[in-house]
């Protein structure tokens, strides 16, 4: 059998690189007063064709490339087909509610595209300091992007946040892997497995692990290494979160799940109980702070630190079973929540004119359809059952009881009745009669664009929800991408 091209395991990356430097290259070539809008499209085709490239992916068999740096798997597939679907949500709704007088509307389609390539390659990375980069590429665009609104004070302040502390993690990963080369001689994650059980230092193994840890909960934003996210959605353009409220974290709970069950499957017992009590915060400490705030971004913030908890308490599960609910619940975490966001910039604009929960008092009233998205995604949030917010949680939480940690999976219940209390305030403000004067909405046309865009993120919902077969078929395929899971799932 000929040996596969190494392009080819590579092929999403490529593709997305190669758009994002035509995208670059056009809007330099394009006069100033032209408007940018095809930009985005060009970004969004080539965003499709990374998504195809991927699928394409389907047909290689497993194996690595590059001196063993990058894996084409079912694992690294899914999360390649799932992350280029939110940029390309993404990259819809910005089509439509972007400023049309923005001279920097090609940076912000560029940085969108070249953020996806270090996302991506994070979730096929077999090395650890490719993971870095890959890190390192993803982090950088998204600092960029949450102080996309110069003008404004909250971006501006979002942004310097979000890169410091955004720094100071990544610190902390770097430090791990130091230490992990250090105790057991390589940076490859399937050797380092195979090498843990004779390290001569197990401090340092652990020692490393919990850096890591550190360092990619932080972008995850799971407590209580989430100080950061309630401010930096509140100071991004909404479009900015829709994307880096989910394509980031979805390459995060990736690397998680490689580093964990690739690197360190030998100290299971280790990390579970480690994870177990950060699920609890997470989930705790998100439901608490969403249920007194007034802006809706803020409440959304701590929800999303609140669903990091959710899907963690799968980690707690057995083997194949565990990775197959987090990717799931990945999956659908990401299509409800790009897709509130995606309304909330319809109805609120690029520059928030409906910042608080109570701007939105009559909305189903004003614009009934916009309403009813809304009101979908945040029952599928709730995890009301025929939305694929419930199947997750149901996933995850008998994952985590079959585990053993039912303790764990009733903390998760009682949090989920926590939460109905902040997304029915805001589904009944939105259902309310309309007050005298209500603030005014966005006066943009609603174009194909958005509309595609909050279609396919509705209907991902709703199919997760009541047809999720194929979805949970393939991330049942992704998690037998790991041994070490398959053979402690085995009797």
């Not at 590579?10 to 100033?32: C, R």
């Not at 490239?53 to 690595?64: E, F, K, R, V, Y």
């Not at 109570?358 to 009813?372: E, S, Y």
């Not at 939480?397 to 903390?411: H, M, R």
């Amino acid at each position: 059998m000929n040996p596969v091209p190494d392009l080819y395991r590579i092929l999403p990356e490529v593709v997305l690189t190669i758009t994002g430097v035509l995208v670059m290259l056009l809007d330099a070539a394009m006069p100033k007063t032209s408007r940018r809008r095809v930009l985005g499209w060009v970004a969004a085709f080539g965003t499709v064709a990374a998504l195809y490239a991927s699928l394409l992916q389907l047909n290689l068999p497993a194996g690595t490339a590059y001196y063993g740096t990058v894996q084409t798997d079912g694992f690294s597939i899914f999360f390649h087909v799932l992350i280029c679907a939110i940029v390309l949500v993404a990259l819809l709704v910005s089509l439509d509610t972007f400023p049309r007088n923005n001279q920097h509307t090609g940076e912000f389609y560029a940085l969108i595209t070249f953020g996806a390539v270090g996302m991506v390659l994070m979730t096929s990375a077999v090395e650890l300091l490719l993971v870095f980069i890959a890190l390192e590429i993803s982090s950088i665009t998204t600092y960029i992007l949450a102080g996309y609104r110069k003008t404004s004070g909250k971006g501006v302040e979002a942004a310097i946040k979000y890169f410091l502390l955004g720094s100071f993690a990544t610190g902390f990963l770097l430090y791990g892997i130091a230490l992990i080369f250090g105790a057991t001689g390589t940076t490859q994650i399937t050797e380092i497995a195979l090498r843990i059980p004779g390290a001569q230092s197990q401090a340092l193994v652990l020692g490393g692990l919990a850096l890591m840890l550190v360092g990619i909960l932080f972008k995850v934003s799971a407590a209580p290494f989430h100080v950061w996210t309630p401010d930096v959605y509140e100071g991004s353009p909404t479009p900015v979160v829709a994307l880096m409220s989910t394509a980031p974290k979805a390459a995060a709970f990736a690397l998680l799940i490689r580093v964990l069950w690739g690197a360190f499957p030998t100290l299971h017992s280790v990390w579970v109980p480690i994870l177990w009590v950060v699920a609890v915060l997470s989930m705790t400490v998100g439901n608490i702070a969403a249920l007194r705030q007034e802006n809706v971004k803020r409440m959304l913030a701590y929800s999303s630190i609140a669903h990091a908890g959710y899907l963690l308490a799968a980690f707690a599960g057995a083997g194949t079973a565990s990775i197959t609910a987090i990717a799931f619940y990945t999956a659908a975490y990401a299509a409800m929540n790009v897709g509130i966001f995606a309304a909330i910039t319809l109805a609120s604009g690029y520059d928030d004119s409906l910042p608080l929960i109570q701007d939105f008092r009559g909305l189903l009233h004003r614009a009934p359809v916009l309403a009813g998205l809304l009101l979908f995604f945040l029952i599928s949030l709730v995890g009301i059952p025929f939305t694929g917010g419930f199947f997750a949680k149901f996933l995850s939480f008998s994952t985590a009881v079959n585990g053993g940690a039912f303790w764990l999976a009733i903390i998760g219940l009682l949090n989920s009745g926590l939460a109905a209390g902040y997304y029915l305030r805001f589904a009944v403000t939105i259902a309310q009669p309309p007050v005298a004067n209500p603030p005014e909405l966005p006066t943009y046309r609603v174009g194909i664009a958005v509309a595609v865009g909050i279609v396919l993120a509705a209907g991902a919902t709703l199919i997760l929800g009541i047809a999720p077969g194929h979805i949970l078929d393939a991330a049942t395929s992704a998690a037998h991408s790991f041994p070490a899971a398959i053979s402690s799932t085995l009797p």
